[in-house]
């Protein structure tokens, strides 16, 4: 069975920082291509970015340069680094599989 699990999201000032984290069971992880997808209530799913399993990373404008998606194959583990966090930013952030599979995600919330 496939699971997906996210976990670190929390309370940030703007202008802070959070590491998320996406424990994955159930396929074979290091041979996916795993993305983040986030959300706010009434709006549809926006695409973060995504890692390929050579790791190669493909960001969305609004967070490039700021956001980093990095995997530990070892862990079945996928992470995603958000620095420089805006008011914007909050929402609930999933990871998800290609064909849309994702978990039960983890709240980011950015207010001073």
């Known amino acids: 069975e496939v699971q997906l699990v996210e976990s670190g999201g929390g309370l940030v000032q703007p202008g802070g920082s959070l590491r998320l984290s996406c424990a994955a069971s159930g396929f074979s992880f290091n041979i996916a291509a795993m993305t983040w997808v986030r959300q706010v209530p009434g709006k549809g799913l926006e695409w973060v970015g995504t890692?390929?399993?050579?790791?190669?990373?493909y960001y969305a404008d609004s967070v490039k340069g700021r956001f980093t998606i990095s995997r530990d194959n070892a862990k079945n583990t996928m992470y995603l680094q958000l620095n420089t966090l805006k008011t914007e930013d909050a929402a609930m952030y999933y990871c998800?599989?290609?064909?849309?599979?994702r978990g039960q995600g983890t709240q980011v919330t950015v207010s001073s």
């Open positions: 998800a599989l290609p064909d849309g599979r």
């Open positions: 890692i390929n399993s050579d790791g190669s990373t």
